[in-house]
């Protein structure tokens, strides 16, 4: 038998038994269904528990608002809104395999995420959360008492696999800072408190009538010493709103606050508000970030949080820092010689 033959036998031989996984596959086909999963109405959705191993999250509506419990920590809304979008949402596309090989595709007891949505009544939807499908427009699923493996429409295992501090709302302090009237800081021992003051009346453009309404103002101290205003309004600038980083553990709460403040801000608008930073820390037990940051209290959160050192350090001014210097006097230059006629 010459060689051409041989591999013309072999090709035949490949042609076969791919022919025949394809028919084998088909008639496999045959035999099952996808599972038809009916759409939710978000608005019945009233608590979802997200399990991960021996962890779990709690979320549960509050008048019409989330809370992560049993703490009760108001969550991140936009982030819940999409997990309730999904689970009303999911559905099934296509079997991905009956094989029972759960830790392929993260599925198994390790990594498999178990999402189960309760209305007022009880449960309504319950699903596991493999890893996303190497399409990443699929995840992995497994559906409760079915064994199978299959693929659900859209990639969503990075939304439920959030730990809680991703799911807390970190918006600590909104400020509108066009309504503060006073601004306090305390550093070192040292008080200061700048009153806003109106520096002028706005500017009248004499050629075309046009009057300038942009506010013109000073920030004053009791004794008539005007403050650095490009630094007072750059902390103004920076609690417009105020984000945090991450909340601070409660079991380094007691550790992070015993200690003296490092620097206060308070301003005085439609409310008084107030931010309290305390010695800068590295990473502590149970918390995720690894750098240095300042733990904060703010007078609008009653959870202790930390502000990244950049953040932070925009905040922090020293006494010295926050007064206008006096202008230099500039040298007169001097008249150059006349050259000879």
């Known amino acids: 038998m010459n060689f051409k033959k041989k591999e013309l036998i072999i090709l035949g031989i490949i042609i076969v038994v791919l022919f025949s996984y394809l028919i084998f596959k088909s008639s496999d086909r045959m035999h099952y269904k996808v599972p038809t999963i009916e759409k939710l109405?978000?608005?019945t959705i009233e608590k979802i528990s997200i399990?991960?191993?021996?962890?779990?999250i709690i979320l549960v509506k509050k008048n019409n608002k989330w809370f992560i419990e049993p703490k009760s920590y108001p969550t991140d809304i936009e982030r819940v809104n999409k997990m309730v979008e999904t689970i009303s949402n999911f559905s099934l596309s296509d079997l991905a395999s009956r094989?029972?090989?759960?830790t392929l595709y993260e599925l198994d007891n390790d990594k498999g995420i178990h999402v189960t949505a309760f209305s007022k009544d009880g449960e309504i939807r319950y699903f596991e959360v493999g890893k996303a499908a190497?399409?990443?427009?699929?995840?992995?699923?497994?559906?409760?008492?079915?064994?199978n493996i299959y693929y659900a429409r859209e990639s969503f295992r990075d939304l439920f696999e959030a730990k809680m501090d991703d799911l807390?709302?970190?918006?600590?302090?909104?400020?509108?800072?066009?309504?503060?009237?006073?601004?306090?800081?305390?550093?070192?021992?040292?008080k200061m408190v700048f009153a806003k003051k109106a520096e002028s009346a706005p500017a009248v453009d004499s050629k075309n009538k046009s009057k300038d309404t942009t506010p013109v103002y000073d920030w004053v101290l009791p004794d008539g010493k005007k403050g650095a205003k490009s630094v007072i309004d750059?902390?103004?600038?920076?609690?417009?709103?105020?984000?945090?980083?991450?909340?601070?553990?409660?079991?380094?709460?007691?550790?992070?606050?015993?200690?003296t403040p490092i620097f206060t801000l308070k301003v005085k608008g439609r409310k008084d508000y107030t931010l309290t930073f305390y010695p800068k820390v590295g990473k502590l037990p149970g918390e995720q970030d690894s750098e240095e940051?300042?733990?904060?209290?703010?007078?609008?959160?009653?959870?202790?949080?930390?502000?990244?050192?950049?953040?932070?350090?925009?905040?922090?001014?020293?006494?010295?820092?926050?007064?206008?210097?006096?202008?230099?006097a500039k040298t007169p230059t001097q008249a150059a010689p006349l050259k000879n006629q």
Request: negative net charge.
């Open 51 to 56: 399990r991960k191993a021996d962890n779990e």
């Open 168 to 190: 807390r709302n970190k918006s600590v302090m909104k400020v509108d800072i066009n309504e503060v009237s006073d601004i306090e800081i305390e550093k070192d021992g040292t």
């Open 99 to 102: 094989s029972k090989n759960y």
């Open 41 to 43: 109405k978000s608005e």
């Open 234 to 259: 750059g902390i103004l600038d920076q609690i417009t709103e105020v984000i945090c980083q991450e909340y601070v553990a409660e079991s380094n709460i007691s550790t992070v606050i015993a200690q």
């Open 134 to 147: 190497n399409t990443y427009s699929h995840t992995f699923v497994k559906l409760k008492d079915d064994d």
């Open 293 to 328: 940051k300042y733990p904060v209290v703010s007078s609008e959160s009653p959870y202790p949080f930390y502000l990244a050192s950049w953040k932070a350090e925009q905040i922090i001014k020293n006494p010295a820092d926050m007064i206008e210097k006096p202008a230099v």
